[in-house]
Structures are given as structure tokens and as C-alpha cells.
């Protein structure tokens, strides 16, 4: 039967898809905000193990149609036990169409171009990536462990192989001083990369805001207040002027849910941003 260690997450996309951990935990899991996985010693979940996983549910769940790969990354992996998850998966799920996993920029660091066209024609379909700012100071502060112009030259790669990517943007990660560099160097970034999805979360701190603004290394850093984070999304979406990319800010940390695609519902987007705040 199907296991997990917890804890699990998972995009809201992916709420009816079946979940498989191909790997346990995040290789990098040093970021600031997130503890998702600090009680997890990362590590490739076995080979046989996971064969295990993926048999049980063509056994008993052979209607699956969607899959996603946790934890935190398994992108990390090598090409060749990536080949072997996908074709395992299709081999026992025979009405798959769609297999997405969670990734890092630097998951591609790794891998090229031509190595991502085989996984895209094996069955990856899409993949998740934790943007989380444009702005290197951030970017730094937040330990994230590459810059705005690495993150660029990184993700072209699942564009150009063919597999769709979605990015993240974390509201508030800068707290005050930093809103305004924060919206719009993120907005700067996603044009860049230019993705077929892009999302604002909102920063949720589980330990509390003191232990990130010590890890954040800023004591003037705060939380924004609600008027302060509709302003840092209205300042992202505004700035941001691609075609094409289908927004969404639908996360349950959200405070207001809203979803469209730029250009096109741009302003009605701004105007249901502007309602909130003036609310």
C-alpha cells in the first residue's frame, strides 16, 4: 500500500493527483522561511521502494491519470533513475497523462537542455519551481542559494525542453524595507523566464516572525500587515509585463484569491486588488 513521511505538500493544482515521494525531504533545505523539511534527513527514497509504491496503485488504483513527485525536489535526481520513475509509472498507470514534480533552479544546474526534451518525451509534463524573489538581497538574506541572473540562465532550460513551468513568488519575504525592490524585481524575473504559470504565496512562519527575522538577518524586518501585502501584489501584478502567463493567487495563505492571465485581465485584476485595499 501507499506510504508517506510525513510532512507532504503539494501545489493547490495538484489536490487530485496521486502523490509519490521519489525522494524524502529538500537537498537544499536551508531556506529561511521554510521548515517544511527540517525534521527530514534528505535522501532518493529506494528504487525498490518506490517500484513498490507505483505497483501497488496499478494494482489498485489503474484509473490514476495524474501524478506528482514530492518532496521538495526530486529534479536532484539523475537522469537515468528519472527515466526509470517515468517509465515505471506508465508502464503500471496506463491511463497517466500528466506527471509534475516539485524543483529548484538548481535541479537544472545538471542537466541539459537535450537530457529534459528525453524526461518531457518520457512523460514530465511540468514542473514547480520556488522563485520566491527577484531580488538578490533576498535572495541572499533568505539563503537561497542562487541569484536572479542564475535563476534566468537555469529555467530556460525546462522551457526550451518543452516542459511546462510554474513559479512561485513568496509575498512579504522582505518585509517593509525591501516591499517595493521585492514586487518589482520578481515581476523582472517572471518576465524573464517567462513561465507558463506564475503565483503569489504569502509568507507564513510556522516558528514565528522572530526566529525569521534572525534568520533573515534584518532586526527592522517585520510581517507586512494586510494593506502593506495587497500593496506589495498589486505593485508585482502591475509591474509585471509579459503576455501570456497565466496568475494565480489562489494559496491558502492568500489573503485575496485572484487569478487571470497577463495582459489580458490585468486591470481587472488591479481593480479587484484596488477593492480590497480600499475594504
Given at each position: 500500500?501507499?506510504?508517506?513521511?510525513?510532512?507532504?505538500?503539494?501545489?493547490?493544482?495538484?489536490?487530485?493527483?496521486?502523490?509519490?515521494?521519489?525522494?524524502?525531504?529538500?537537498?537544499?533545505?536551508?531556506?529561511?522561511?521554510?521548515v517544511t523539511y527540517r525534521q527530514k534527513q534528505f535522501r532518493p527514497r529506494s528504487r525498490e521502494d518506490l517500484f513498490a509504491q507505483i505497483d501497488w496503485a496499478g494494482d489498485h488504483m489503474p484509473e490514476v491519470r495524474r501524478v506528482f513527485l514530492g518532496d521538495g525536489d526530486p529534479l536532484v535526481l539523475s537522469t537515468d533513475r528519472l527515466h526509470e520513475i517515468l517509465d515505471r509509472l506508465h508502464d503500471r498507470l496506463p491511463q497517466l497523462r500528466r506527471v509534475t514534480a516539485y524543483a529548484s533552479a538548481?535541479?537544472?544546474?545538471?542537466?541539459?537542455?537535450?537530457?529534459?526534451?528525453?524526461?518531457?518525451?518520457?512523460?514530465?509534463?511540468?514542473?514547480?519551481?520556488?522563485?520566491?524573489?527577484?531580488?538578490?538581497?533576498?535572495?541572499?538574506?533568505?539563503?537561497?542559494?542562487?541569484?536572479?541572473?542564475?535563476?534566468?540562465?537555469?529555467?530556460?532550460?525546462?522551457?526550451?525542453?518543452?516542459?511546462?513551468?510554474?513559479?512561485?513568488?513568496?509575498?512579504?519575504?522582505?518585509?517593509?524595507?525591501?516591499?517595493?525592490?521585492?514586487?518589482?524585481?520578481?515581476?523582472?524575473?517572471?518576465?524573464?523566464?517567462?513561465?507558463?504559470?506564475?503565483?503569489?504565496?504569502?509568507?507564513?512562519?510556522?516558528?514565528?516572525?522572530?526566529?525569521?527575522?534572525?534568520?533573515?538577518?534584518?532586526?527592522?524586518?517585520?510581517?507586512?500587515?494586510?494593506?502593506?501585502?495587497?500593496?506589495?501584489?498589486?505593485?508585482?501584478?502591475?509591474?509585471?509585463?509579459?503576455?501570456?502567463?497565466?496568475?494565480?493567487?489562489?494559496?491558502?495563505?492568500?489573503?485575496?484569491?485572484?487569478?487571470?492571465?497577463?495582459?489580458?485581465?490585468?486591470?481587472?485584476?488591479?481593480?479587484?486588488?484596488?477593492?480590497?485595499?480600499?475594504?
Amino acid at each position: 500500500m501507499l506510504s508517506y513521511e510525513e510532512p507532504v505538500i503539494r501545489p493547490p493544482a495538484e489536490a487530485g493527483s496521486l502523490i509519490l515521494q521519489a525522494t524524502i525531504g529538500c537537498s537544499h533545505n536551508r531556506c529561511a522561511f521554510c521548515v517544511t523539511y527540517r525534521q527530514k534527513q534528505f535522501r532518493p527514497r529506494s528504487r525498490e521502494d518506490l517500484f513498490a509504491q507505483i505497483d501497488w496503485a496499478g494494482d489498485h488504483m489503474p484509473e490514476v491519470r495524474r501524478v506528482f513527485l514530492g518532496d521538495g525536489d526530486p529534479l536532484v535526481l539523475s537522469t537515468d533513475r528519472l527515466h526509470e520513475i517515468l517509465d515505471r509509472l506508465h508502464d503500471r498507470l496506463p491511463q497517466l497523462r500528466r506527471v509534475t514534480a516539485y524543483a529548484s533552479a538548481q535541479n537544472f544546474e545538471n542537466k541539459s537542455v537535450a537530457e529534459l526534451e528525453g524526461l518531457a518525451k518520457a512523460g514530465l509534463t511540468q514542473v514547480y519551481v520556488g522563485l520566491e524573489s527577484g531580488c538578490d538581497e533576498i535572495l541572499e538574506r533568505i539563503d537561497k542559494g542562487v541569484t536572479h541572473e542564475q535563476m534566468v540562465e537555469l529555467c530556460e532550460k525546462p522551457t526550451a525542453a518543452g516542459i511546462k513551468l510554474s513559479t512561485m513568488i513568496i509575498l512579504g519575504l522582505g518585509g517593509p524595507r525591501l516591499s517595493e525592490r521585492h514586487a518589482v524585481d520578481s515581476a523582472r524575473l517572471v518576465d524573464r523566464i517567462k513561465p507558463r504559470f506564475a503565483s503569489t504565496l504569502t509568507l507564513m512562519l510556522p516558528p514565528g516572525a522572530r526566529s525569521y527575522r534572525e534568520a533573515f538577518g534584518d532586526p527592522q524586518w517585520r510581517p507586512l500587515d494586510s494593506s502593506e501585502e495587497l500593496t506589495e501584489l498589486r505593485r508585482f501584478v502591475s509591474s509585471v509585463e509579459g503576455n501570456g502567463i497565466i496568475f494565480r493567487s489562489n494559496h491558502v495563505s492568500n489573503i485575496l484569491a485572484l487569478e487571470g492571465v497577463f495582459q489580458k485581465s490585468k486591470q481587472r485584476m488591479l481593480a479587484e486588488i484596488d477593492q480590497a485595499i480600499g475594504e
